[in-house]
């Protein structure tokens, strides 16, 4: 019985103490190089990139990329062109991300465009057949969508395309790491109809179709990230309004087990007296 008692108290002291594991925690992180290509308190701006080589769309926090061409370009003299861009971001979001109440997502992307890209039932043009489909810029959080911007402003030419998302009251704001991962879609379907014709097939008629977007600082999204989101508690679970997910981490929690285990030891101690008695 006596042996007992005495663990119990051993058990609550050793509760009591300290626990350092393998030095200080919050320098190590200190000297952990910051990836910049993740989001951090200064460099809240998401970066378009692509490679044809690899036929491979994607983005990041920084705005330079060396393995990234300038644009994306694609053309066809006659028939439909399906652009169906997907950025996802490359590394993953290792951070966890507050979304700003009330705040916007702000976009800036730089588009040329040629040929047709208007449905019109117009059997002489391009997408007469009901087969085009105008600019779609959609933001994802994960398979979460955020917002879709509909662009129907554009002309022949060079477009610097200005768009925002509002946060709404549903808007998902809690973004954790990597089941949160941005993805970027552009989405657009555009037709040419150039032809030969005439003698010796030397005449040309119709217009071809072409799209192009520009990378790096060229197109880009601001994300608004509160403030709050640096904050270690957050980065490391704790509950947005200031508490934590994890009663294990509760200030007193540790106290309140060794306390308990004191109060056994007692138990035990009353106990085995009364029996003596």
Not at 66 to 90: A, H, P, T, W
Not at 215 to 235: C, H, K, R, T, V
Request: aromatic letters at 8%.
């Amino acid at each position: 019985m006596r042996k007992i008692a005495g663990l119990a108290v051993f058990m609550a002291l050793m509760m009591l103490v300290p626990v350092q594991a393998g030095g200080n925690v919050t320098t190590q992180q200190a000297d952990a190089e910051e990836d910049i290509r993740q989001p951090t308190k200064e460099n809240k701006t998401l970066y378009m990139y692509w490679d044809d080589s690899n036929t491979k769309a994607w983005t990041h926090f920084s705005n330079n990329d060396s393995s990234s061409l300038e644009e994306y370009f694609e053309e066809k003299d006659n028939g439909v062109i399906n652009i169906d861009l997907q950025f996802r971001m490359d590394p993953m979001l290792d951070k966890r991300l507050i979304i700003e109440e009330g705040g916007l997502f702000r976009g800036s992307f730089t588009i040329s465009v040629e040929g047709d890209w208007t449905n019109d039932n117009d059997g002489q043009t391009a997408c007469g057949q009901n087969d085009c489909e105008e600019l779609n810029i959609t933001l994802l959080a994960g398979p979460n969508e955020i917002g879709t911007h509909h662009e129907t402003g554009l002309v022949a030419g060079d477009n610097q395309v200005v768009f925002n998302f509002a946060v709404e009251e549903d808007t998902i704001k809690d973004w954790d790491k990597a089941d949160y991962n941005p993805v970027i879609k552009v989405e657009m379907k555009l037709a040419g109809n150039r032809q030969q014709g005439g003698i010796l097939g030397l005449q040309q008629s119709g217009e071809p179709a072409s799209f192009s977007m520009k990378m790096g600082e060229s197109s880009y999204l601001e994300f608004p990230i509160d403030d709050a989101s640096w904050d270690e508690s957050i980065q490391d679970g704790g509950d947005i309004d200031g508490g934590s997910s994890n009663s294990e981490d509760a200030p007193g929690f540790t106290l309140v087990v060794a306390s308990a285990a004191i109060a056994m030891a007692v138990f035990v101690n009353s106990r085995r007296e009364d029996e003596e008695n």
